[in-house]
């Protein structure tokens, strides 16, 4: 008995279309925008000018970022993880030096109490 084998060969025409989503136009941008309300309306919270220099750092704005970093630290100047931000955008940057002294920052005020 000979048996056959059938193979098939899926082509494009046999692949189901895949509908593909149009881009969504500039999240960042938006969430920037967010978050400049944000301040408008409560200028005295540092979160708003922390998310917002995230974004711009993500964005290689390294100057916008540090200038929000700035902001959010002469608003609570005990969020020391705001001093590795500011390390994280100056060596993204290659301000080496500054980057130094803000990670020195952060890990003075990060260690635990004795």
Request: charged share 25%; proline share 6%.
């Given at each position: 008995?000979?048996?056959?084998?059938?193979?098939?060969?899926?082509?494009?025409?046999?692949m189901?279309r895949?509908r593909?989503?149009?881009?969504?136009?500039?999240?960042?941008?938006?969430?920037?925008?967010?978050?400049?309300?944000?301040?408008?309306?409560n200028p005295?919270?540092?979160?708003?000018?922390?998310?917002?220099?995230l974004?711009?750092a993500?964005?290689?704005?390294?100057?916008?970022?540090l200038?929000?970093?700035?902001?959010?630290?002469?608003?609570?100047?005990?969020?020391?993880?705001?001093?590795y931000?500011?390390?994280?955008?100056?060596?993204?940057?290659?301000?080496?030096k500054?980057?130094?002294?803000?990670?020195?920052?952060?890990?003075?005020?990060?260690?635990?109490?004795?």
């Open positions: 008995m000979l048996v056959a084998k059938l193979m098939i060969t899926a082509t494009s025409s046999m189901p895949v593909q989503k149009k881009p969504v136009v500039n999240d960042h941008e938006r969430a920037i925008a967010e978050y400049t309300k944000s301040i408008e309306v005295g919270a540092p979160d708003p000018f922390i998310n917002r220099g974004l711009h993500q964005r290689r704005q390294f100057e916008r970022a200038a929000d970093y700035d902001k959010a630290l002469a608003l609570a100047p005990s969020l020391e993880f705001v001093h931000n500011k390390a994280l955008a100056y060596d993204n940057s290659g301000s080496a500054e980057a130094t002294a803000e990670y020195r920052i952060f890990l003075e005020r990060a260690k635990p109490a004795q």
